[in-house]
């Protein structure tokens, strides 16, 4: 696979929050805005492992960075046009999450912001070095409702407004892994993130997917970094949110899925009789049927705990385990027909929910998770069948950072330190039983040999001489 070309592989980022509504597209670069001001189109800068020269710039407030590389960007048509740069700025590197915000007021467009001032100083969250508001040309906002040409219903209270951070340091991808116990490291990490947060800030992260795991490289170690802390909350008595944030829905915990799934419910009802009475109010339809004119999502709340992120992390694993067939991104190669993967990425939330609840209850998913593992992962299978039965009652009785925590830890032990240490002892120890046996097979050869020549010696028939023999007998 050629990965200077080909970017890795991103599961569905379908999320709650664009559920609530289908927001118009985001600015294209044909705008008349600054060049400095415009989000620079993705495919400009194709994902790379290596460092190009410098192909782009972008304005943070009075600064201009170079742009290195795209790190990240958000597929399909719905959703907050996330873009992470990797830039410099006076030989330093730094990351440029470029994104849109759902909404107008200051407590909502800016609530990443202020989540990562309370969460400063804690091992594994990035740090926040800028921030910027991104103005127009006009010194306005930058917001979509700049780009309507016409308010639907669909797109009605759902402004995004345009935002730039400036974040260090620059971590690797979680799939970007080295080794087993690496990866399985890193998972541990984030719980302690996740634990740190709950305990000691009383933050909720509520987004946990493949996209904001990542893994940080300090003094010649490695260590789990858990990014995008835009949906995060302080933590409320009751553990109700609002509806967006509660995740990407690929690794969204049943819990989750299952609300999501009936206030989605709710909004299609709704949907449907609306258009039956505009039906019998007139012959002549209004306007062409578009995806655009779908409802939003009634404005409500989601019971979230700490428990539901802890399932999103097992998700996560489960993913790369089945996606991905070796260190450093290596994808599978092949198709796997009716997989968990594509049973956990419908967008029918009803039927997502039920795939993931049948997966925790009936024992014959067990083996279904484990046939699909690639074979590089087999020696992860017993961590998978653990933390699969400490997950089943995590939607009566929560599961907590202990547990995973213990899990974790456990199996961590029981994995090589340097995996390409072990391989090559396990390749020398093959290389030498080899060696052994050929060796062995000589010397019977050899026996046998020194059997029979004493015997043509002994014949005498060809007169040779003691040293004469010696002679023919090394020839």
Avoid at 236 to 259: E, H
Avoid at 323 to 333: A, D, E, L, T, Y
Avoid at 336 to 363: G, H, Q, Y
Wanted: net charge neutral; proline share 6%; charged share 25%.
């Amino acid at each position: 696979m050629d990965e200077e070309n080909s970017s890795p592989p991103q599961p569905t980022a379908t999320r709650s929050a664009p559920l609530l509504s289908l927001i118009s597209q985001i600015p294209q670069a044909e705008m008349t805005e600054s060049i400095y001001s415009v989000t620079p189109l993705p495919s400009q800068f194709p994902y790379s492992t290596q460092s190009p020269e410098p192909c782009g710039k972008i304005r943070v407030g009075e600064k201009i960075y170079t742009i290195k590389r795209i790190l990240f960007a958000t597929r399909g048509l719905v959703g907050r046009g996330t873009v992470c740069y990797l830039v410099t700025l006076d030989d330093e590197d730094y990351i440029i999450k470029d994104h849109w915000v759902l909404g107008k007021d200051d407590n909502v467009v800016l609530n990443e912001i202020k989540m990562l001032e309370l969460m400063d100083n804690i091992p594994g969250v990035p740090r926040l070095v800028d921030y910027w508001v991104v103005e127009r040309s006009d010194g306005e906002p930058d917001i979509t409702r700049k780009y309507w040409h016409k308010e639907r219903r669909s797109t009605r209270g759902t402004s995004r407004t345009h935002v730039r951070l400036v974040l260090k340091p620059c971590g690797r991808p979680l799939h970007m892994f080295r080794m087993l116990k690496e990866f399985v490291r890193a998972l541990r990490d984030i719980v302690k993130i996740l634990q740190t947060a709950v305990e000691e800030r009383q933050i909720l992260h509520r987004d946990c997917s493949l996209n904001n795991a990542m893994i940080l490289d300090e003094l010649g170690s490695s260590e789990g970094f858990l990014i995008d802390w835009e949906f995060t909350v302080r933590i409320a008595a009751d553990n109700k949110y609002p509806i967006g944030g509660t995740g990407t829905v690929p690794f969204m915990s049943r819990g989750l899925l299952n609300q999501v799934a009936i206030l989605q419910q709710q909004a299609n009802s709704e949907s449907m009789k609306k258009k039956t009475r505009a039906h019998k109010s007139t012959k002549k339809p209004t306007t062409p049927k578009s995806s655009s004119d779908s409802l939003a999502l009634p404005i409500s709340f989601v019971v979230h705990r700490f428990a539901d992120d802890l399932e999103s992390l097992f998700f996560i694993f489960a993913w790369v385990c089945i996606k991905f067939s070796g260190p450093n991104g290596m994808v599978r190669q092949g198709p796997l027909p009716n997989s968990l993967l594509d049973r956990w990425t419908s967008l029918d939330l009803e039927t997502c929910a039920a795939f993931k609840i049948t997966f925790f209850v009936n024992p014959a998913e067990e083996k279904r998770l484990t046939d699909e593992f690639h074979p590089y992962f087999r020696d992860l299978i017993p961590l998978a069948t653990e933390w699969r039965k400490a997950l089943a009652d995590n939607m009566i009785h929560p599961v907590t950072f202990s547990t995973i925590l213990g899990i974790l830890n456990s199996h961590l032990n029981k994995l090589p330190d340097d995996e390409e240490l072990a391989t090559t002892v396990n390749m020398l120890k093959n290389d030498a039983a080899v060696l052994a046996d050929r060796f062995k097979g000589k010397r019977l050869a050899s026996e046998s040999f020194s059997v029979v020549e004493p015997k043509r010696q002994k014949s005498h028939h060809t007169g040779d001489t003691e040293s004469d023999s010696a002679s023919g007998s090394d020839a």
